[in-house]
Antibody
């Protein structure tokens, strides 16, 4: 059964770069049937799509975050990663990685458990 | 950019009653609409995709309808485990993008 697991620092200083990795287990990240995405949720608020990547490396970003976001994939490690630069307190959130599958019309059918990232000095 | 608007923000329902949640898109999304359920401290769970297809393992009391700009999630008879926050989400084919609604909280009346 496919599982996703986020990892990375739980505390990031303002103006620095947030870096997270999502490890895919129980299946291959190198499939033409999936996009791999990052979604975040500030405390007490709703979900916000950050961006997605295809196994080929093609990336798609939320326009509101595009200038600060980089998503990359490492097929040899079955991982994909998120970098968000110049963070502020507004970037404090639970960050989820998720899979969007063609079999569910590209809805996010499998999610990681999420990791809380706090931006604070 | 497509904006998804959910209503109401909070829905108070008694166990066993029907709940009807609405989601409106600022422009047509065809049937590229999904619904998710999220409970406190948990990741969202996919309920419905393609506007009306239940995801694997989702009980039949959950149903989705609509196309274009107006969508509905109906829970036919609310069970205790259904009290949660529900999000709609659209998927745009090209360039690929995903947008979530702001959520509807279903609470016990």
């Amino acid at each position: 059964q496919l599982q996703l697991q986020e990892s990375g620092p739980g505390l990031v200083k303002p103006s620095e770069t947030l870096s997270l990795t999502c490890t895919v287990s129980g299946g291959s990240i190198s499939s033409s049937s999936y996009y791999w995405g990052w979604i975040r949720q500030p405390p007490g608020k709703g979900l916000e799509w950050i961006g997605s990547i295809y196994y080929s490396g093609s990336t798609y970003y939320n326009p509101s975050l595009k200038s600060r976001v980089t998503i990359s994939v490492d097929t040899s490690k079955n991982q994909f990663s998120l970098k968000l630069s110049s963070v502020t307190a507004a970037d404090t959130a639970v960050y989820y990685c998720a899979r969007a599958s063609s079999s569910t019309q590209d809805a996010f059918d499998i999610w990681g458990q999420g990791t809380m990232v706090t931006v604070s000095s | 950019e497509i904006v998804m608007t959910q209503s109401p923000a909070t829905l108070s329902v008694s166990p066993g009653e029907r709940a009807t949640l609405s989601c409106r898109a600022s422009q047509s999304v065809s049937s590229n609409l999904a619904w998710y359920q999220q409970k406190p401290g948990q990741a969202p769970r996919l309920l419905i995709y393609g506007a009306s297809t239940r995801a694997t393992g989702i009980p039949a009391r959950f149903s989705g309808s609509g196309s274009g700009t107006e969508f509905t999630l109906t829970i036919s008879s609310l069970q205790s485990e259904d009290f949660a926050v529900y999000y709609c989400q659209q998927y745009n084919n090209w360039p690929p993008s995903w947008t979530f609604g702001q959520g509807t909280k279903v609470e016990i009346k």
